[in-house]
C-alpha cells in the first residue's frame, strides 16, 4: 500500500512540475554600431558589345551559340537553340547610359547577366543562373519586379 501512494505521489508531483511554465532568458546580441562591410562583386570585361552577342545567341549555327555563350562565360549552358533569348537595354543607376540584360533560357536552364559601359568598355557585372528541369517556372522572377516596379 506505501508502494502505490509513493507511486500516486510521484505521478502527482511530476504532473504539477510539466503543468508549471518556465521562462526562459536569453542573452540578446547588440546590435552593430556600423552596417556590415561590402564589397562589390568581381566584374569581366567583355571582349565585344553584348548588343552584338544576340545574334549569336539566336544564330541557326551551333557554333556561333557555343562561341557566344563562351564569350558570356556561361559555357556550362546546354548545347541547342536557346527556347528563350532576350535583351533589354535598362537604366538600372543614376548614370545616363542604358545597362544591358541578357536573359538566356533552355531546357530547364536559364541565366540572366547583367553589363555595364565604363568609359566606353562593356563590364559584366553580374550574373545568375538557376536550372529547375521540368517544372516550367519562371527563374527571374524577383529580377523581373525589381526592373519592372
Known sequence: MLNLR???FAAG???SLAAQQHAVVVDKEPLPSK???TAPEPRRKLETNPDEMMPLLIS????????A???LDVS???EGLPTDVRHFALNLDSSEDFERVLMISSSGQS???VFKRENGVWWDIGSFGCCWPGTG????VEFKQTVWS
Open 6 to 8: 509513493l507511486l500516486l
Open 13 to 15: 508531483l511530476v504532473n
Open 35 to 37: 552596417p556590415p562591410q
Open 60 to 67: 541557326n549555327d551551333a557554333a556561333q551559340r557555343r562561341l
Open 69 to 71: 555563350l563562351e564569350r
Open 76 to 78: 556550362w549552358f546546354p
Open 111 to 113: 541565366v540572366a547577366i
Open 137 to 140: 517556372r519562371d527563374f527571374h
